[in-house]
């Protein structure tokens, strides 16, 4: 995901690791982004977001996002994890129970 501003992306995280929607959300420095908008090439500084949660947690994180987030079409994209180690699997998933 990515963000307007460094204080949106961390009020973003901050809120969905309470939420028990992420168990973990990556806040990076702030970049330079090109894209089309509305048939224009824009550009804007965005900060990015990478949200560790499961594929049963998406929507309801989608739906947290949507609700916070300034953009009209902010960008929540899933990645598939291909390959991980066990412990760190076992962390994620137990990050998650009991909510």
């Not at 690791?17 to 990556?26: F, G, I, K, M, Y």
């Not at 089309?36 to 949660?53: H, N």
Request: aromatic share 8%.
């Amino acid at each position: 995901m990515t963000a307007a501003s460094f204080e949106e992306a961390t009020r973003i995280a901050e809120t969905l690791v309470d939420s028990r929607l992420a168990a973990c959300v990556q806040v990076l420095s702030e970049m330079q982004s090109i894209y089309l908008w509305k048939g224009k090439v824009e550009s804007a500084r965005e900060v990015l977001m990478i949200a560790k949660t499961t594929s049963a947690n998406f929507e309801g994180l989608q739906s947290h996002v949507r609700a916070l987030h300034s953009y009209e079409t902010p960008e929540i994209i899933a990645l598939p994890i291909v390959a991980a180690s066990e412990d760190y699997l076992e962390w994620l998933t137990s990050s998650f129970e009991g909510s």
